[in-house]
């Protein structure tokens, strides 16, 4: 059974942007990317939590992040998953984020510094995949890391990316669809 979307809407509602922003503080509230370092952002509120909505979280989820940034994706992530596995590249951002999410008390988090677009194959399958930076191409490795029945979030695409939603049936057979026009940082 999916998450009720009023109860994440709820929840995103009081989550505190600022706590995941060193600089810029100030411009929380406003649905729009900001820099937190290292060539890298925040994205807007909206588009977070609408990526969230479209990966159609169920509690029983075990989900893979990548992209964990400031955490601020990971913490809608985690509150309505039961496992969250996230991965980030840039290890000052790693710890920074771990260091917040622990803060707020999430314990169902594992982290891993590391190269997203190779998932985190140890701990596969996933049942949900949620790609917070843009992939030139569809990276095979995360389509074969998604449990059957599975769902993944992606930007994929060159300056301006596309969000695809891909889904994979029972039987193994996979999906694509393109929902909208989104602008992300590259994947590294």
Same mark, same amino acid.
């Given at each position: 059974?999916?998450?009720?979307?009023?109860?994440?809407?709820?929840?995103?509602?009081?989550?505190?942007?600022?706590?995941?922003? @060193?600089?810029? &503080? #100030?411009?929380?509230?406003?649905?729009?990317?900001?820099? +937190? /370092?290292? !060539?890298?952002?925040?994205?807007?509120?909206?588009?977070?939590?609408?990526?969230?909505?479209?990966?159609?979280?169920?509690?029983?989820?075990?989900?893979?992040?990548?992209?964990?940034?400031?955490?601020?994706?990971?913490?809608?992530?985690?509150?309505?998953?039961?496992?969250?596995?996230?991965?980030?590249?840039?290890?000052?951002?790693?710890?920074?984020?771990? @260091?917040?999410? &622990? #803060?707020?008390?999430?314990?169902?988090?594992?982290?891993? +510094? /590391?190269? !997203?677009?190779?998932?985190?194959?140890?701990?596969?399958?996933?049942?949900?995949?949620?790609?917070?930076?843009?992939?030139?191409?569809?990276?095979?490795?995360?389509?074969?890391?998604?449990?059957?029945?599975?769902?993944?979030?992606?930007?994929?695409?060159?300056?301006?990316?596309?969000?695809?939603?891909?889904?994979?049936?029972?039987?193994?057979?996979?999906?694509?669809?393109?929902?909208?026009?989104?602008?992300?940082?590259?994947?590294?």
């Amino acid at each position: 059974m999916f998450v009720d979307k009023d109860k994440i809407s709820a929840f995103y509602n009081k989550l505190d942007r600022s706590f995941f922003m @060193e600089d810029n &503080k #100030k411009f929380a509230r406003i649905d729009a990317p900001f820099s +937190i /370092g290292y !060539g890298q952002t925040i994205s807007q509120p909206s588009l977070v939590l609408y990526m969230t909505l479209l990966l159609e979280l169920e509690e029983e989820s075990k989900v893979l992040e990548i992209g964990t940034g400031s955490g601020y994706q990971s913490a809608l992530l985690a509150e309505f998953s039961n496992e969250l596995y996230t991965v980030e590249v840039i290890e000052p951002l790693y710890l920074k984020a771990k @260091e917040r999410l &622990k #803060k707020l008390g999430y314990r169902n988090i594992r982290y891993k +510094i /590391g190269n !997203g677009s190779l998932g985190w194959i140890e701990e596969a399958p996933f049942d949900r995949i949620m790609v917070t930076a843009a992939a030139t191409t569809m990276p095979n490795a995360l389509i074969e890391q998604l449990a059957p029945n599975g769902r993944m979030v992606i930007p994929v695409g060159e300056f301006w990316q596309r969000l695809i939603v891909v889904t994979k049936d029972e039987d193994g057979s996979v999906q694509f669809i393109d929902d909208i026009a989104v602008r992300f940082v590259r994947l590294v």
